[in-house]
């Protein structure tokens, strides 16, 4: 999961996968990752359509490419309202904190829950981490 963790960091963007009610895909830009209390965690607004989405189909894919690699991970997302895990995550984003607080009814992080990650390029096979 460090591993996870520490290639989207560096990607600093990846793309967020979710499923509308109706089954359209939505893909999107995110940038936030986090890892708390041996969990990795992404950070979004309840107020969003992708929060509406993730409430209704939590099932959701993230992808990054750092330009040689790219890394796929599937999951489930599972809301934690706990401030600790709000706090956490907007101490590691301070520029968040002027959109965000731990205390509002808009700050929601999520964490990866039944991950399959798999890293992939054009040269190496395949490998694959759960978590």
């Not at 359209?24 to 890892?35: A, C, E, M, N």
């Not at 907007?90 to 731990?102: A, R």
Request: proline residues 5%.
């Amino acid at each position: 999961m460090k591993e996870v963790f520490e290639f989207l960091k560096k990607c600093g963007t990846y793309y967020l996968a979710t499923v509308e009610a109706d089954g359209q895909p939505r893909v999107r830009p995110f940038g936030t990752i986090d890892l708390f209390e041996d969990k990795l965690y992404i950070q979004t607004g309840k107020v969003k359509d992708v929060s509406k989405q993730i409430a209704t189909n939590p099932k959701a894919e993230l992808c990054a490419f750092d330009g040689k690699k790219w890394l796929r991970v599937t999951c489930t997302l599972v809301r934690d309202d706990r401030i600790e895990a709000k706090t956490h995550m907007l101490d590691q984003y301070p520029m968040l904190k002027k959109m965000y607080d731990p205390a509002d009814d808009n700050t929601e992080v999520l964490y990866l829950k039944d991950a399959t990650a798999t890293f992939s390029s054009f040269t190496d096979a395949p490998k694959t981490i759960k978590f």
